[in-house]
């Protein structure tokens, strides 16, 4: 047997018998290779026994007959535009039969595979496909519509969108038809919503129908059918928005009113509709074209900020019924999930088309992030955040990138969580719910007990939560490499990047999550922006050589490699004209962060737990000033006491004081202003931080006894402000030499003429 064929033991073995044939088909098609169908002896006598088999009076056998047919299209063009004739004659009418379902899908896929696998041979085309695609067509409209599996439904419907780009013309008859059976899976359904593998066959197949108008109509016929569905679109939402303000929703003449009464079903059903609207949406915008179209650009913009803006917030007035009202709210985050999906795709289709509407896109989705969302329902806002940056120009003004990057930072800050604050809240937990009322005794922990504790808590428990800490990541990567954000927004996103840079390698991963391949995704993630943030010019990637090498050989992409060592051998960009910037100049600690700063990153809630504490407001406190007739002068530096110490007569009438405010509570030393003309004196809100440590330059020598001017009394207070420069300019303490310890208002008062006698008054003789 060493010489055999292996069509001749397939022949004489596996195909001996119908029996054999479906018995050994699993076997055939494994073993079956192009090479077996090249042209020899053995090819006809393969050719006639497949024919015998689909012309079997058996159905398994045609099942068997139909499925190594269609293997042998698939490995040998030739053998099939030879027997295609054959087996579309044999195949074809098996479709109007009543036939079992494996045998109708056999049959389908192979005639698809006849019709779209020889595009290139005219004959073949003008022979075989012409006379029998329309008939092939119009069988699987048939078959979809009476059919009740919906795996030979998506089947159908799949096909059908293979065939129409390939002979537009030749369905220009069914065209109607093709609309009929897209449409009844399009309207919707109640209470159970269609499938979505359905949706997504029928969807694509109504993103093609404009072939059928040819190159001329099928602009115009996209057109249409786009505008047809932003209306569908507008009409399902304002059936989902009844107990609401109409805000938004002017262009929508009637509504799509479904045909029960029960909000039960009609909620569902028009939800179901507004899904399959923006699916067909998605479908016509990436449906390519025989020739350019004219984009809806605003009308779609506007459905989108439409869908993105919905809340719960607001209702008509009037009666309103409190089951209509809570199934409208209950739908509101897949709402917002199909609204981002439309900007998705609507940012990769339309790219830069997209800019000039990207900053009001923009403005909807960060009042979405900056909500208390769970996670599953910010990740599709951070999606769309990603898409509309990357294809979109970035704007000119910061001010919506660096809000978006103050939403963004809680999710990420959470990765910084120390191991021993949850083992502490995981700990609380479990003795909360093990301790009895009248066990009183200290817990008593030890080192290492988290390891042994089973109910310690993660940070990322669920697949949710660590596919928004990537989507967030990604999105700041792009973000800081246009560098279109706050200089102080972008100084805490970089220092909490290179943070967690630090934290994650002495974090064990199922402190980060269950799934142990989380840790090593954010890993690389986190590197890979660190690289980027140090790949501003060569000489600055030559300082951190070590990390764009670690970086760039671990997990990277071959265009990833070549791009980051290309710009270390062969940087593009011109050289600095400027030296860079040395490291004591970036502010990486608290102690060196400006006003600015620090309430950017006290607003996302980064800090230590005692300062998140103090920074809210609180009464503050002052100590008794004692002043003396000769100097009223009173100390830079006050003393925090606490408020049942404090008289009572400074806490009604409290003496105005000029307290400076610094970003840290670490107290610095004040240089001393001499060459200052005489202090003019501004009363200053007094700050919620206690502790006096100014902005003055480190390694001053400071004075012994230094003294301020206490200001008038005055009940007119400044408010703070958040410039750095302007706070410098108003709570700055003005200080004068050791020598001058007089204020400006005393100088004022002596500065007066002495009052002269007049002694040729005559009062006295008077």
């Given at each position: 047997?060493?010489?055999?064929?292996?069509?001749?033991?397939?022949?004489?073995?596996q195909?001996a018998?119908?029996?054999?044939?479906?018995?050994?088909?699993?076997?055939?098609?494994?073993?079956?290779r192009?090479?077996?169908?090249?042209p020899?002896?053995?090819?006809?006598?393969?050719?006639?026994?497949?024919?015998?088999?689909?012309?079997?009076?058996?159905?398994?056998?045609?099942?068997?007959?139909?499925?190594?047919?269609?293997?042998?299209?698939?490995?040998?063009?030739?053998?099939?535009?030879?027997?295609?004739?054959?087996?579309?004659?044999?195949?074809?009418?098996?479709?109007?039969?009543?036939?079992?379902?494996?045998t109708?899908?056999?049959?389908?896929?192979?005639?698809?595979?006849?019709?779209?696998?020889?595009?290139?041979?005219?004959?073949f085309?003008?022979?075989?496909?012409?006379?029998?695609?329309?008939?092939?067509?119009?069988?699987?409209?048939?078959?979809?519509?009476?059919?009740?599996?919906?795996?030979?439904?998506?089947?159908?419907?799949?096909?059908?969108?293979?065939l129409?780009?390939?002979?537009?013309?030749?369905?220009?008859?069914?065209?109607?038809?093709?609309?009929?059976?897209?449409?009844?899976?399009?309207?919707?359904?109640?209470?159970?919503?269609?499938?979505?593998?359905?949706?997504?066959?029928?969807?694509?197949?109504?993103?093609?129908?404009?072939?059928?108008?040819?190159?001329?109509?099928?602009?115009?016929?996209?057109?249409?059918?786009?505008?047809?569905?932003?209306?569908?679109?507008w009409?399902?939402?304002?059936?989902?928005?009844?107990?609401?303000?109409?805000?938004?929703?002017?262009?929508?003449?009637?509504?799509?009113?479904?045909?029960?009464?029960?909000?039960?079903l009609?909620?569902?059903?028009?939800?179901d509709?507004?899904?399959?609207?923006?699916k067909?949406?998605?479908?016509?915008?990436?449906?390519?074209?025989?020739?350019?179209?004219?984009?809806?650009?605003g009308?779609?913009?506007?459905?989108?900020?439409?869908?993105i803006?919905?809340?719960?917030?607001?209702?008509?007035?009037?009666?309103?019924?409190?089951?209509?009202?809570?199934?409208?709210v209950?739908?509101?985050?897949?709402?917002?999930?199909?609204?981002?999906?439309?900007?998705?795709?609507l940012?990769?289709?339309?790219?830069?088309?997209?800019?000039?509407?990207?900053?009001q896109?923009?403005?909807?989705?960060?009042?979405?992030?900056?909500?208390?969302?769970?996670?599953?329902?910010?990740?599709p806002?951070?999606?769309?955040?990603?898409?509309l940056?990357?294809?979109?120009?970035?704007?000119?003004?910061?001010?919506?990138?660096?809000?978006?990057?103050?939403?963004?930072?809680?999710?990420?800050?959470?990765?910084?969580?120390?191991?021993?604050?949850?083992?502490?809240?995981?700990?609380?937990?479990?003795?909360?719910?093990?301790?009895?009322?009248?066990?009183?005794?200290?817990?008593?922990?030890y080192?290492?007990?988290?390891?042994?504790?089973v109910?310690?808590?993660?940070?990322?428990?669920?697949?949710?939560?660590?596919?928004?800490?990537?989507?967030?990541?990604?999105?700041?990567?792009?973000?800081?490499?246009?560098?279109?954000?706050?200089?102080?927004?972008?100084?805490?996103?970089?220092?909490?990047?290179l943070?967690?840079?630090?934290?994650?390698?002495?974090?064990?991963?199922?402190?980060?999550?269950?799934?142990?391949?989380?840790?090593?995704?954010?890993?690389?993630s986190?590197?890979?922006?660190?690289?980027?943030?140090?790949?501003?010019?060569?000489?600055?990637?030559?300082?951190?050589?070590?990390?764009?090498?670690?970086?760039?050989m671990?997990?990277?992409t071959?265009?990833?490699?070549?791009?980051?060592?290309?710009?270390?051998?062969?940087?593009?960009?011109?050289?600095?004209?400027?030296?860079?910037?040395?490291?004591?100049?970036?502010?990486?600690?608290?102690?060196?962060?400006?006003?600015?700063?620090?309430?950017t990153?006290?607003?996302?809630?980064?800090?230590?737990?005692?300062?998140?504490?103090?920074?809210?407001?609180?009464?503050?406190?002052?100590?008794?000033?004692?002043?003396?007739?000769?100097?009223?002068?009173?100390?830079?530096?006050?003393?925090?006491?606490?408020?049942n110490?404090?008289?009572?007569?400074?806490?009604?009438?409290?003496?105005?004081?000029?307290?400076?405010?610094?970003?840290?509570q670490?107290?610095?030393?004040v240089?001393?202003?001499?060459?200052?003309?005489?202090?003019?004196?501004?009363?200053v809100?007094p700050?919620?931080?206690?502790?006096?440590?100014?902005?003055?330059?480190?390694?001053?020598?400071?004075?012994?006894?230094?003294?301020?001017m206490?200001?008038?009394p005055?009940?007119?207070?400044?408010p703070?402000?958040?410039?750095?420069?302007?706070?410098?300019?108003?709570?700055?303490?003005q200080?004068?030499?050791?020598?001058?310890?007089?204020?400006?208002?005393?100088?004022?008062?002596?500065?007066?003429?002495?009052?002269?006698?007049?002694?040729?008054?005559?009062?006295?003789?008077?």
């Amino acid at each position: 047997m060493e010489g055999w064929h292996p069509l001749k033991a397939l022949l004489q073995i596996q195909l001996a018998s119908d029996a054999q044939a479906v018995l050994h088909l699993p076997y055939i098609l494994a073993t079956l290779r192009a090479d077996d169908l090249l042209p020899s002896e053995h090819t006809q006598k393969w050719t006639t026994r497949l024919n015998s088999l689909i012309l079997s009076k058996d159905g398994s056998a045609r099942w068997s007959g139909l499925s190594i047919a269609l293997k042998s299209a698939t490995l040998s063009q030739n053998m099939m535009l030879e027997c295609a004739q054959t087996w579309v004659g044999a195949a074809l009418p098996l479709l109007s039969k009543n036939e079992p379902f494996p045998t109708l899908k056999a049959a389908i896929r192979l005639l698809r595979r006849i019709f779209t696998g020889a595009t290139e041979v005219p004959e073949f085309q003008r022979q075989v496909s012409t006379p029998n695609i329309p008939k092939f067509s119009q069988a699987l409209i048939t078959l979809g519509e009476k059919t009740q599996s919906d795996e030979l439904r998506i089947l159908c419907l799949d096909t059908l969108s293979q065939l129409i780009p390939l002979y537009p013309t030749l369905h220009r008859a069914l065209q109607n038809a093709l609309t009929k059976l897209t449409l009844k899976f399009l309207n919707g359904s109640a209470p159970k919503p269609m499938s979505s593998e359905i949706l997504s066959s029928a969807s694509k197949l109504y993103s093609l129908l404009h072939y059928t108008g040819g190159k001329v109509g099928a602009a115009a016929q996209w057109k249409k059918s786009m505008d047809d569905t932003i209306a569908f679109a507008w009409g399902s939402l304002v059936n989902t928005r009844t107990t609401f303000p109409a805000s938004g929703t002017s262009e929508v003449g009637a509504l799509h009113n479904g045909p029960q009464d029960d909000p039960v079903l009609n909620i569902p059903l028009h939800l179901d509709r507004l899904r399959a609207a923006v699916k067909v949406l998605c479908d016509l915008l990436q449906a390519s074209n025989p020739r350019p179209v004219v984009l809806p650009i605003g009308s779609l913009v506007r459905l989108c900020v439409a869908l993105i803006r919905c809340t719960a917030d607001e209702k008509i007035a009037g009666h309103v019924d409190p089951l209509v009202h809570s199934l409208e709210v209950s739908i509101i985050p897949r709402i917002h999930a199909l609204g981002c999906d439309l900007v998705n795709t609507l940012s990769i289709c339309s790219k830069q088309h997209l800019t000039p509407h990207m900053s009001q896109l923009l403005f909807y989705v960060v009042l979405q992030l900056e909500k208390k969302y769970p996670p599953d329902q910010h990740l599709p806002f951070i999606q769309a955040s990603i898409a509309l940056v990357q294809n979109c120009a970035p704007p000119h003004d910061p001010l919506i990138h660096s809000r978006l990057t103050r939403a963004l930072l809680p999710s990420i800050t959470n990765l910084l969580a120390p191991q021993a604050e949850v083992s502490r809240e995981s700990e609380h937990n479990t003795n909360n719910g093990t301790r009895s009322k009248k066990g009183k005794k200290r817990a008593r922990g030890y080192e290492g007990d988290e390891v042994f504790n089973v109910n310690r808590l993660v940070i990322c428990p669920t697949n949710e939560d660590g596919e928004v800490v990537l989507a967030t990541l990604e999105l700041l990567k792009v973000i800081l490499r246009n560098g279109v954000v706050a200089p102080a927004v972008q100084s805490i996103a970089t220092r909490v990047v290179l943070a967690i840079h630090m934290a994650l390698p002495q974090m064990p991963p199922a402190h980060l999550s269950p799934d142990a391949t989380l840790h090593g995704t954010v890993t690389e993630s986190v590197s890979r922006i660190c690289s980027e943030l140090v790949s501003g010019t060569a000489s600055t990637m030559s300082k951190s050589l070590g990390l764009v090498i670690g970086t760039s050989m671990q997990n990277s992409t071959l265009s990833n490699v070549t791009r980051e060592l290309e710009l270390l051998v062969h940087p593009r960009a011109p050289p600095l004209v400027r030296s860079l910037p040395h490291v004591e100049m970036l502010s990486l600690y608290r102690v060196e962060e400006s006003q600015e700063e620090q309430e950017t990153r006290l607003a996302v809630q980064i800090g230590i737990p005692g300062e998140l504490m103090t920074a809210a407001p609180e009464d503050i406190t002052m100590q008794s000033i004692s002043t003396s007739n000769s100097s009223r002068t009173h100390n830079v530096f006050p003393t925090h006491m606490p408020s049942n110490s404090v008289p009572a007569a400074l806490i009604q009438n409290p003496a105005p004081m000029t307290i400076s405010v610094a970003p840290t509570q670490v107290p610095q030393i004040v240089e001393p202003v001499v060459d200052r003309p005489a202090p003019i004196n501004v009363p200053v809100v007094p700050s919620t931080n206690t502790t006096t440590a100014t902005l003055v330059k480190p390694g001053t020598p400071s004075l012994p006894q230094v003294k301020s001017m206490v200001p008038p009394p005055s009940s007119d207070l400044l408010p703070r402000s958040t410039n750095t420069s302007s706070m410098n300019s108003i709570s700055t303490p003005q200080v004068v030499a050791a020598g001058s310890s007089t204020m400006a208002v005393d100088d004022e008062d002596e500065d007066e003429p002495m009052p002269t006698i007049d002694m040729d008054s005559d009062s006295e003789a008077e």
